[in-house]
């Protein structure tokens, strides 16, 4: 298995714009998790899904950050409009249900000018 | 509110030095804590993990000590290697339910010196 697979792996946008950051989990992996990694506040969890169902999104910054899991093998995290206090690395991760492990991608390194 | 609070932020230890990076919790439902590494580019990747029923756990160079009545828990990197420059992360697991849902601290930056 190739992992989990985020895109894009950097994107430069410029405030007020939309931005879509996507993740491929680990195939038979039933739970993905979002988090935002900056050198102030570490990783933060922003929303975690659970058979493609968000469990918990109290992390989600504002109302701007939305996250779906249209299916068990892909995830979106928006932002809608990004301002630059948005930068930052998202991570994607995932986890089988009940394991104690979860796997990161390698991450999006967003940057809002 | 962070659920597992970290220390050092950054640590700067001798090539053949202890590094001892420590973490705290309050939630006594955690029931699992891994250490992740973080190399430059890469995503976290898991270290060495313990169950709040045992005291310390070994694995080669790496050590993870408990103390579930104090709610801490310590990583000692014996002999550290200019190869373990990395950010380390101690995290906490809630099994509630089904799930399990992982808390993160904050991170520490270690630099190895040769």
């Known amino acids: 298995d190739a992992g989990v697979i985020q895109s894009p792996r950097h994107e430069v946008t410029e405030m007020g714009q939309e931005v879509t950051l996507r993740c491929k989990p680990i195939?038979?992996?039933?739970?993905l998790f979002w988090y935002r990694q900056t050198m102030m506040r570490g990783l933060e969890l922003l929303i975690y899904?659970?058979?493609?169902?968000?469990?918990?999104d109290s992390g989600m910054p504002e109302d701007r950050f939305s996250a779906k899991m249209p299916n068990a093998s892909f995830s979106t995290l928006k932002i809608q409009p990004s301002e630059p206090r948005d930068s930052a690395v998202y991570f994607c991760?995932?986890?089988?249900?009940?394991?104690?492990?979860?796997?990161f991608g390698q991450g999006t390194r967003l940057t809002v000018v | 509110q962070q659920q597992v609070k970290q220390s050092p932020q950054s640590l700067i230890v001798q090539k053949g030095g202890i590094s001892i990076i420590n973490c705290a919790y309050e939630?006594?439902?955690?029931?699992?804590f891994p250490w992740y590494q973080q190399f430059p580019g890469k995503g976290p990747a898991l270290l060495i993990a313990?169950?709040?029923d045992v005291s310390e756990k070994k694995e080669g160079r790496f050590t993870i000590s408990f103390n579930k009545s104090a709610k801490q828990f310590s990583l000692h990197i014996m002999d550290s290697q200019p190869g373990d420059s990395a950010t380390y992360f101690c995290?906490?697991?809630w099994g509630g339910g089904n799930f399990n849902k992982f808390y993160f601290g904050s991170g520490t930056k270690l630099n190895v010196k040769p």
């Open positions: 939630n006594t439902a955690f029931d699992y």
């Open positions: 995290a906490a697991i």
């Open positions: 991760a995932s986890s089988y249900e009940g394991h104690t492990e979860a796997f």
């Open positions: 313990i169950r709040p």
């Open positions: 195939s038979g992996h039933n739970s």
């Open positions: 899904f659970n058979n493609n169902v968000p469990i918990d």
